[in-house]
């Protein structure tokens, strides 16, 4: 899995379905990984367009456990 930087309007990033993985509960961050992750779940597919870590995990250089968009 590779994760890649972009640029995205203010209106567009609104217009995307998100989760944010680092506001979620203990219990709903470990469903949503069981469920979504490649790595550490099942690898279900999702809708999302753009996803949030918390923020210790943005900032590791080792890869996160959540899916890749798309």
Do not use: C, K
């Amino acid at each position: 899995m590779e994760i890649t930087p972009f640029r995205v309007s203010e209106s567009d990033l609104a217009a995307m379905n998100q989760a944010h993985v680092g506001t979620m509960s203990d219990t709903e961050m470990d469903e949503f990984i069981d469920r979504h992750s490649i790595m550490y779940g099942r690898g279900e597919p999702h809708d999302y367009d753009y996803i949030s870590l918390p923020p210790t995990w943005e900032q590791s250089t080792t890869s996160t456990p959540v899916s890749s968009v798309g």
